[in-house]
């Protein structure tokens, strides 16, 4: 991935691949997500502009960072 970024002439440290860790198997825990049912219920009961910061956040997997810099012009409605 560093070397795509790299190629991509994207700037970034330049770290030795040994020097990373991946992180391990999480003991056969399930990861904590919000089950389908929740989404529906938290979606129903938000107000705007909450409502469609949750909407979009279900339906595009966009993490919060991501969802809170999108402008206007991000947005392509006609497809």
Known sequence: MLSYVKKCNIRVPDIPTSALTLAGDR??????????ADVQ???QQAREPYK???????????R???LLGLTVADVDLIG
């Open 41 to 43: 219920r938290i979606i």
């Open 52 to 62: 469609t910061i949750f909407t979009l956040a279900a339906v595009s997997g966009l």
């Open 64 to 66: 919060a960072g991501e």
């Open 27 to 36: 003991d056969g825990v399930e990861a904590v997500y919000f089950k389908r």
